[in-house]
């Protein structure tokens, strides 16, 4: 057998034998095909990529001569240089290339999760490499053309063998490999991290400091960078002797500014002084430790105490008072622990929520809670960080939200008492109780003025009694009289001695502790309306609601609903929360449900509940369709009467109505289900899907379209669970659960069969075409492909035509048949003008440039990338604005233009560091990669 070595000199062997091989051309000829083995290679691209363009006269019967010199040395071996087409072909195995072999056993360690095993496969594959590509008959100019990509594969490897050897303990091996490497590719961040970490975790911290300072000196003069977010902290653990965080867990995250999510303190707060100068004595020892003192973990302290009795009020207080001491921000949440409706936020939610507003970029959040609780501790070590979780049920829903090193300060309220959180996370337990008469008197004092109070002393005190300390209570007995100036405090005191009933899990042995006579006081004092809309607002699931939503909750104007709105807020009723949204407590929430639910307003609040999802689904369904025109659409039923969708003007319209909206979303969708309103259940789920699926909330999207399948379950409507069926496939192929993603779809298959739906079983193929693409089976997946295109031909479907032909030609040059692909991709192209699809238009000269390149023609994978590129301008695509400008940055670099290739590179960096997009560290890399690359 004949093996083949290109990563050095070109060689070849027989029975361990060394092969003369020819002139340097003629090897270079061989060498040029092996690159492309079991391929046909153009022979115009062998002459160009040999003599440039133009080419010479004689190049074409000069490379017949080259060619022929190697057949007679090659084929007395059983090695055959065949003619296939207009181009030549080496009819050998692969394997017997080492190029081939390298990228073998790239792909095979990436399949190992044991550290020894991938070590020892990637250092064998390493080991390959003598030199670079094509040593000895390459310049550079052609090595770039031919194996930048290569040599891009081999610096992953060595990231990836470096990592592998980091957890095997093989620091001493990283120094022998890298170290000539980093040298040689000063700045290359990913390798240069890795080498410090070995000569760190070896003992030469001197040794690991250095390569950071020439990696900082180089970057700043060849590129204008800084080293990036990875390197800055290694660098500072390494100066401050700690462990540096492991290599997986560097995950960039937006240069933002810090998180300030500190909800509004209240005007004027009284009492609470000793709670107040409790929680300063904290202080001291967590932002300033003394020297020689043992590092303190992160201080906890558990705020517990009954409902109304200002566990928030003081915690936001407290924070706000000390925010100057935490200049890496604060975070908050309410965790909705003891929510009427029974949903609690799960920490996966609240996690999540932190993790964006640290600015990490939703494809770079991990699945799973205890990898993203581990990667939210990560971004918070050695940070001075204030986190407030508010209103937790339970230790347990606290635990994945609580950093883990010194620096940072955690308040937790709770109206339970978290005595499992006290016993193994030691946090300072507090207890707030009631205010004392003093305290009372003077928030009251505070909210109605002296004189007043002065004026009834004995009124005073009896309300001050009757609202027993409570001060939800006393804020909201202080807002009614507030209100009312003229209306006497004996009077008042009055009206609250005859309020009736109680919350049932708030009952007292007498008036003064009956939460929901303090509520009724209020409730009772409201216009008609202003009742009403109360009543409707424990309709609604929360968290909370914007203007819009309430008129069509109430069937009212906008205009009314505000000045409505006004009234609850004045009476303390509900809370005004920036931008235009409203809320309340959930104690609150829990009333205005009862009221609701009454045998008097049932019929009221059910009708109420039909206008809110109708609300929600009109106005989802517009957005969806400004999202994305051609989806696959669904046709909801019109609105009831006196409901007013929302008016999304255009794509960014959309974004940000859900932005605002897709937590309440959720939250409707399961509310939706709960009372019988299944329809609205999957078609809200369905217009969210596409949202959630562009943002990276890839859980968010699995349990909607899950809870939605059920109520098209229930329905047994058959369309719309094969529909759900492919929307959870999309979920589940992004979560990389590719067998789980298959099951959904021959479900769906199964079921558009059975209702002989041609459209949606070529949905459904389109949609298992996707996924066969992404666990690169190709072959499989152009056969899905073609077989959506039949489908949706047959029944005159242009849109999915469009979309299959273009999947259709992307399959063809994936698999490297490049003539097909165009083919194919020019057929959508024309179906997309007529259509009007800019974005599908967009998308496919995308796929037509990608062919060309695949075929050597660099002018014409040129245009086809500017058309694309104009396109995506003028469509205001930026993230794919900047996914065709590395393109063009690759066709540059493969030009031998290095200069055209670094500005598109550039220009794609900014978009994508605007964007604050993961792809930003991979253009980065391509920039930071000598274009001369002979690692």
């Known amino acids: 057998m004949v093996e083949f070595a290109l990563l050095g000199a070109v060689r070849a062997s027989h029975d361990g034998q060394q092969v003369e091989l020819g002139r340097r051309q003629e ?41 022929a010199r190697l057949r007679s040395r090659l084929s007395p071996l059983g090695v055959r240089l065949v003619t296939r ?83 095997i303990g093989g620091h001493a091996a990283i120094m022998s490999r890298l170290t000539e490497v980093v040298q040689a590719n000063p700045i290359q961040e990913k390798l240069a991290a890795l080498l410090m970490r070995a000569r760190y975790q070896g003992g030469d911290v001197a040794g690991a400091l250095a390569v950071f300072v020439t990696l900082r000196d180089t970057l700043a003069d060849q590129l204008g960078l800084e080293p990036g977010r990875e390197l800055d902290e290694l660098h500072l653990a390494i100066l401050n002797r700690r462990t540096p965080a492991p290599v997986h867990a560097a995950v960039r995250v937006a240069a933002a500014a810090p998180p300030r999510q500190l909800p509004l303190d209240v005007p004027v707060f009284t009492g609470r002084a000793a709670q107040l100068n409790l929680l300063d004595d904290l202080l001291p020892g967590v932002t300033a430790p003394a020297a020689g003192t043992a590092q303190r973990t992160v201080v906890i302290t558990a705020i517990a105490g009954t409902a109304g009795v200002g566990k928030t009020t003081l915690a936001v207080h407290w924070a706000h008072r000390v ?54 501790r990560s971004l918070l070590a050695d940070k001075r960080v204030l986190v407030i979780l508010d209103n937790a049920r339970d230790a347990d829903q606290v635990r994945p939200l609580l950093p883990g090193s010194r620096g940072s300060v955690v308040l937790v309220t709770s109206r339970n008492q978290l005595t499992g959180l006290v016993a193994t996370e030691g946090a300072h337990a507090m207890t707030l109780g009631l205010l004392n008469p003093t305290e009372a008197r003077q928030l009251l004092v505070s909210r109605l003025g002296q004189a ?20 939800l209570a006393l804020a909201i007995v202080a807002a009614r009289a507030a209100a009312q100036p003229d209306f006497g405090l004996a009077a008042l005191v009055t009206d609250l001695c005859t309020a009736p009933g109680s919350l049932d899990a708030f009952t007292g042995n007498d008036l003064a502790t009956d939460i929901r006579a303090v509520f009724s006081w209020s409730y009772e004092s409201l216009s008609p309306d202003a009742a009403r809309l109360f009543r409707l607002m424990g309709v609604h699931p929360g968290p909370d609601i914007c203007l819009a939503a309430a008129a069509s909750l109430a069937g009212w104007s906008t205009v009314h609903t505000r000045q409505t709105m006004d009234e609850l807020e004045r009476a303390h009723l509900v ?60 046709q909801p039923a019109s609105p009831v009467a006196q409901v007013s969708p929302e008016q999304l003007a255009d794509h960014q319209g959309a974004l940000s109505w859900y932005a605002a909206e897709h937590a309440v979303l959720l939250a409707v969708i399961e509310a939706a289900s709960c ?24 859980q968010h999207w699995v349990d909607t379209v899950t809870a939605a399948l059920g109520a098209a379950v229930r329905l047994g409507d058959r369309s719309a669970q094969a529909r759900l069926h492919r929307s959870l496939a999309r979920a589940d192929a992004r979560l990389g659960r590719y067998d789980k993603a298959h099951q959904h779809l021959t479900n769906a298959l199964r079921l558009y069969r059975a209702l002989d739906d041609r459209v949606g079983q070529a949905y459904a193929h389109l949609n298992i075409n ?60 024309e179906l997309h003008d007529q259509l009007g699809d800019h974005s599908g238009e967009a998308d496919t000269w995308d796929s037509v440039g990608y062919a060309y390149l695949g075929l050597g023609d660099l002018h014409l994978a040129g245009h086809g990338y500017h058309r694309a590129l104009r396109l995506f301008r003028s469509l205001g695509d930026r993230f794919n604005e900047a996914s065709t ?39 980065r890399r391509k920039l930071t990669t000598p274009l001369n690359a002979t690692v």
């Open 452 to 471: 007043r109070m002065t004026a009834e002393p004995q009124a005073a005190a009896k309300l001050i009694e009757l609202c027993a300390g409570l001060p």
């Open 85 to 167: 087409g207009s181009g030549y072909l080496a009819d050998v195995d692969p394997q017997t290339v080492d190029v081939h072999r390298f990228l073998a056993a790239l792909g095979a360690a990436q399949q190992h999760a044991d550290p020894q095993a991938r070590a020892q496969i990637l250092g064998d594959a390493l080991d390959l490499w003598h030199g670079p590509l094509l040593g000895d008959v390459a310049d550079e100019h052609l090595r770039n053309r031919v194996g930048a990509r290569l040599a891009e594969q081999r610096l992953t490897a060595l990231e990836l063998w470096a990592q592998a050897e980091l957890a």
């Open 885 to 923: 400008l590395i393109r063009l940055g690759d066709i540059g670099q493969a030009q031998g233009d290095p200069a055209a290739a670094r500005d598109s590179w550039k220009a794609a960096w900014k978009i994508l560091d605007a964007l604050d997009h993961p792809d930003a560290d991979l253009v």
């Open 675 to 698: 009372h019988g309103f299944d329809t609205h259940a999957w078609q809200l789920s369905w217009t969210l899907a596409n949202y959630l699926e562009r943002r990276g909330h890839w």
């Open 27 to 67: 090897r270079c000829v061989l060498g040029l095909l092996l690159l492309e083995a079991g391929k046909a290679v153009p022979t115009e691209r062998l002459m160009d990529l040999l003599w440039g363009d133009p080419a010479p006269a004689a190049a074409r019967s000069t490379l017949h001569s080259y060619l």
């Open 323 to 376: 925010s100057g001491r935490f200049p890496d921000g604060e975070l908050y949440v309410n965790l909705r622990g003891f929510d009427p409706a029974g949903s609690a936020m799960r920490p996966e939610e609240a996690v999540r929520g932190f993790l964006d507003a640290l600015g990490v970029e939703p494809h770079r959040v991990p699945a799973g809670l205890q990898a993203q609780s581990g990667l939210f």
């Open 575 to 634: 809370s005004r929360q920036p931008p235009g949204r409203y809320s309340f407590h959930d104690l609150l929430r829990s009333y205005a449900r009862e009221l609701a639910a009454a045998v008097q307003w049932r019929d009221d609040a059910h009708t109420a509940l039909h206008r809110l999802l109708d609300h929600y689904l009109h106005t989802s369904h517009r957005a969806d369709l400004l999202l994305d025109p051609f989806r696959d659409p669904i």
């Open 770 to 829: 996707v996924v066969f693409g992404a666990q690169q089976r190709h072959h499989e997946a152009l056969h899905h492909a073609t077989t959506a295109f039949s489908g949706y031909e047959q029944e005159g479907h242009l849109v999915g035509q469009a979309l299959a032909l273009n999947s259709i030609g992307w399959c063809h040059a994936q698999l490297g048949d490049f003539e097909q692909a165009l083919k194919h991709c020019h057929a959508a192209l």
